[in-house]
């Protein structure tokens, strides 16, 4: 079993940044993509960004383009999305999850993942 736990969520003026994390427990870890979903209130979850279980190639949904970074350190069992310049459209839950094939590339698609964390609330004010 895989637990996958956010924390770094919180409440920031446009403009602002946040860091958010997730740790996973376990060995399966390392081998495997990871990525970032988030869901608003009202909309469905959507694919923010993605990150190869490397670490050597990254994807993002255009709208956080630039202003987000997804990393990860495989010694700590940890990936990280950085966002800087929040904006109010950002607001939301943040969801990190595991792709479910060993060694693949991540991928934007919800149903390829097979664990996920509880998530993060992460509100951006005007």
């Known amino acids: 079993q895989v637990q996958l736990v956010e924390s770094g969520g919180g409440l920031v003026q446009a403009g602002g940044s946040l860091r958010l994390s997730c740790a996973a427990s376990?060995?399966?870890?390392?081998?495997?993509?990871m990525g970032w979903f988030r869901q608003a209130p009202g909309k469905g979850r959507e694919f923010v960004a993605r990150i190869t279980w490397s670490g050597s190639s990254t994807y993002y949904q255009d709208s956080v383009k630039v202003r987000f970074t997804i990393s990860r350190d495989n010694t700590k069992n940890t990936v990280y999305l950085q966002m800087n310049n929040l904006k109010p459209e950002d607001t939301a839950v943040y969801y990190c999850?595991?792709?479910?094939?060993?060694?693949?590339?991540?991928?934007?698609?919800?149903?390829?993942?097979?664990?996920w964390g509880q998530g993060t609330q992460v509100t951006v004010s005007s």
């Open positions: 999850a595991r792709e479910g094939v060993a060694y693949g590339l991540g991928t934007a698609e919800r149903g390829a993942y097979d664990y």
């Open positions: 376990g060995r399966t870890f390392s081998g495997y993509a």
